[in-house]
């Protein structure tokens, strides 16, 4: 199953699709957590350090993932969750080891390459699309790539659902029964 899990700013992804990934690993299937957010600065490393606590407890094994998704070999069949694209975009566009110009396709090679390495794959994403402010050329630019990716990802997936304060709203299920 492909699971695609977005929202804004706190509010409650994260937590959404590690409850999902854990739920559909049970207690047969290792669970990889693959971090894309490199601790550039204070923010960052506290940001990592919570999601760290978070994950304690739940058998994930975190794999370093902040560009070249596409060149990622997982040690076994499993459950994946990618937290989170729109930092991947971004790696991607604007690091001097990422993608550049190429990063929408350096993403979904990445993603088509889990989905044959997993039986699970969950991706989660940050809804930045409501602003409504103007920006730079080459931060519009990442918004229609990121923008791109989640139309992608939406129509790819089996399950996708929004999480807003807290409560998971579900935009799609293709599948009959749902682990959470």
């Known amino acids: 199953m492909f699971a695609f899990v977005f929202g804004g700013a706190a509010s409650g992804k994260s937590e959404y699709a590690e409850a999902l990934a854990v739920s559909l690993a049970g207690s047969a299937l290792p669970r990889f957590y693959l971090a894309t957010m490199r ?48 930092t991947l975009a971004a790696n991607e566009q604007f690091s001097l080891e990422g993608a550049g110009e190429n990063a929408v396709c350096a993403i979904l090679e990445g993603v088509k390459s889990l989905l044959q390495q997993s039986e699970h794959l969950v991706v989660v994403s940050n809804s930045i699309f409501s602003d409504g402010i103007f920006y730079d050329p080459n931060t519009q630019r990442y918004l229609q790539n990121l923008g791109f990716l989640h139309q992608r990802f939406a129509s790819w997936a089996n399950y996708v659902v929004e999480v807003v304060a807290g409560i998971p709203l579900v935009i799609k299920d293709s599948e009959k029964e749902r682990p959470l």
């Open 39 to 86: 601790p550039m600065d204070e923010e960052s490393r506290t940001r990592i350090a919570r999601h760290r606590t978070m994950r304690q407890g739940k058998s994930f094994q975190s794999l370093e993932c902040p560009h070249g998704l596409g060149r990622l070999c997982l040690p076994e069949r499993g459950v994946v969750l990618l937290e989170c694209l729109s």
